[in-house]
């Protein structure tokens, strides 16, 4: 298996913009996360779905940012409109089960300026 | 609120010399613990996990000990090589939760030759 791949790596938008971080996960996994890295807070969840359910959203910063699962190897992240406060890695993850290591993807490196 | 705490933003050790990270939360479901390491532009990778039910658990150079009385774990590598130099972020979960992760704020440990 790959492994979780996310895509683009590297994003550069401006502010206002529209931007969408994609995801897919480890084939078979039933858990799949959205983190972004801060200095402030280290990995911080920002959502989480099971079986392709949104399970906890609680992290989502605002309502500019909309995650979707439309099937088990799918997921996108969404901001809109960008801010330059959003520029972070985010990271996606996937696992099976609880009591379980989550695997991550490389990342995406978004800045907005 | 931060539920999982690191608060040592670097440690530097000298190769050879045992390195000891260390994590608090504040959660007493948490019930599974984890450390994943991370390197500059890649995704964390999992390290080494401890059960509740267990105070020590070994792999190698590394070590996870449980303190549940405290509320705190520790990762102990020995010894410690270069290569170690990373990023650790220690990561808790509830059973209850559907294997949802939540992160510290991430150690970077330096191992000088």
């Known amino acids: 298996d790959a492994g979780v791949i996310q895509s683009p790596r590297h994003e550069v938008t401006e502010m206002g913009q529209e931007v969408t971080l994609r995801c897919k996960p480890i084939s078979g996994h039933n858990s799949l996360f959205w983190y972004r890295q801060t200095m402030m807070r280290g990995l911080e969840l920002l959502i989480y779905f099971n079986n392709n359910v949104p399970i906890d959203d609680s992290g989502m910063p605002e309502d500019r940012f909309s995650a979707k699962m439309p099937n088990a190897s799918f997921s996108t992240l969404k901001i809109q409109p960008s801010e330059p406060r959003d520029s972070a890695v985010y990271f996606c993850a996937s696992s099976f089960g609880t009591r379980t290591e989550a695997f991550f993807g490389q990342g995406t490196r978004l800045t907005v300026v | 609120d931060q539920q999982v705490k690191q608060n040592s933003p670097s440690l530097s050790v000298q190769e050879g010399r045992i390195s000891i990270l260390n994590c608090d939360y504040t959660n007493s479901m948490f019930d599974y613990f984890l450390w994943y390491k991370k390197y500059p532009a890649e995704g964390p990778t999992f390290l080494i996990s401890?059960?509740?039910?267990?105070d020590k658990n070994e792999d190698g150079r590394f070590t996870v000990f449980l303190n549940k009385s405290a509320k705190h774990l520790s990762l102990h590598i020995v010894p410690s090589q270069p290569g170690d130099s990373a990023v650790y972020f220690c990561a808790a979960s509830d059973d209850n939760q559907g294997g949802k992760l939540i992160f510290g704020q991430g150690t970077e440990l330096s191992v000088k030759p």
């Open positions: 401890i059960s509740s039910i267990k």
